[in-house]
């Protein structure tokens, strides 16, 4: 890359940008952490400039480095406020979280000028809950389990493709397609959420709930 072209790139970016609207974020309005996700969340979903409201950038760390990637959320318990995700148990996610339960999660709702930060605790979920959604999964999803070893080296996207096939010959449509003993799914439990709402002036709102060893959470307000 050219030193004209990075300049182009930066001053793009400094140009970027823009003023955040009037919707603020209160103590009244943000009593509980769980309560208020689930409400965001619902608002996200009705939101059409949002294509997928449960898209959320999943981190964790093996030891050694720090990795993210999005993911979907598939799951939320309104009581525990558990936040369940499925992949691959060969996967860099999953082989990080083996390591080290703790990650982080974060729901960046663009749109809506808000993003949730949460960190929580991970562990695989039973292989019961597992089943039953791979169940549901649409069949050519149920293949590319199969037929994926995520995060491992290929030739080309042809062996891929090679791999799928052989798999769906295996497995036909309409055919009940196993669980793969290598995927599964995860529940995070959260003990910190923070809910960011963007606001004139750059006097952005940030509300932070804490998880006391009680159970009970704990708020306070952060500068922006």
Same mark, same amino acid.
């Given at each position: 890359?050219?030193?004209?072209?990075?300049?182009?790139?930066n &001053?793009?970016?400094?140009?970027?940008?823009?003023?955040?609207? $009037?919707?603020?974020?209160?103590?009244e309005g943000?009593?509980?952490?769980l309560?208020?996700?689930?409400?965001? /969340?619902?608002?996200?979903?009705?939101?059409?400039?949002?294509?997928e409201?449960?898209?959320?950038?999943l981190?964790?760390?093996?030891?050694?480095? *720090?990795?993210?990637?999005?993911? /979907? *959320?598939?799951?939320?318990?309104?009581?525990?406020?558990?936040?369940?995700?499925?992949?691959?148990?060969?996967?860099?996610?999953?082989?990080?979280?083996?390591?080290?339960a703790?990650?982080? *999660? /974060?729901?960046?709702?663009?749109?809506?000028?808000?993003?949730?930060?949460?960190?929580?605790?991970?562990a695989k979920?039973?292989?019961?809950?597992? $089943?039953?959604?791979?169940?549901?999964r649409?069949?050519?999803?149920?293949?590319?389990?199969?037929?994926?070893?995520?995060?491992? $080296?290929?030739?080309?996207?042809?062996?891929?493709?090679?791999?799928?096939?052989?798999?769906?010959?295996?497995? %036909? $449509?309409?055919?009940?397609? %196993? /669980?793969? &003993?290598?995927?599964?799914?995860?529940?995070?439990?959260?003990?910190?959420?923070?809910?960011?709402?963007g606001?004139?002036? !750059?006097?952005?709102?940030?509300? !932070?709930?804490?998880?006391?060893?009680?159970?009970?959470?704990?708020?306070?307000? *952060?500068?922006?």
């Amino acid at each position: 890359m050219s030193e004209q072209t990075s300049q182009q790139i930066n &001053d793009a970016i400094r140009a970027m940008r823009r003023s955040y609207g $009037e919707v603020g974020l209160t103590e009244e309005g943000a009593t509980e952490p769980l309560a208020l996700f689930a409400t965001w /969340l619902q608002e996200a979903a009705a939101n059409p400039y949002i294509v997928e409201a449960n898209a959320m950038v999943l981190s964790t760390h093996d030891g050694n480095a *720090l990795s993210s990637r999005t993911v /979907l *959320l598939k799951g939320f318990d309104a009581q525990s406020g558990g936040c369940t995700f499925f992949t691959n148990y060969n996967s860099r996610k999953a082989r990080a979280i083996d390591k080290d339960a703790e990650i982080g *999660l /974060l729901f960046p709702w663009y749109a809506m000028e808000r993003q949730v930060i949460i960190t929580a605790r991970a562990a695989k979920v039973s292989r019961g809950e597992s $089943e039953e959604y791979f169940a549901s999964r649409p069949w050519s999803s149920q293949i590319g389990a199969w037929a994926s070893d995520q995060s491992i $080296e290929i030739s080309s996207r042809a062996t891929l493709e090679e791999r799928w096939q052989d798999f769906a010959t295996k497995y %036909p $449509e309409g055919s009940a397609v %196993p /669980l793969p &003993d290598h995927w599964g799914g995860f529940c995070a439990i959260p003990h910190s959420f923070e809910f960011w709402q963007g606001r004139y002036s !750059r006097l952005h709102d940030r509300i !932070r709930f804490t998880r006391e060893r009680d159970g009970n959470w704990s708020r306070v307000r *952060l500068a922006p």
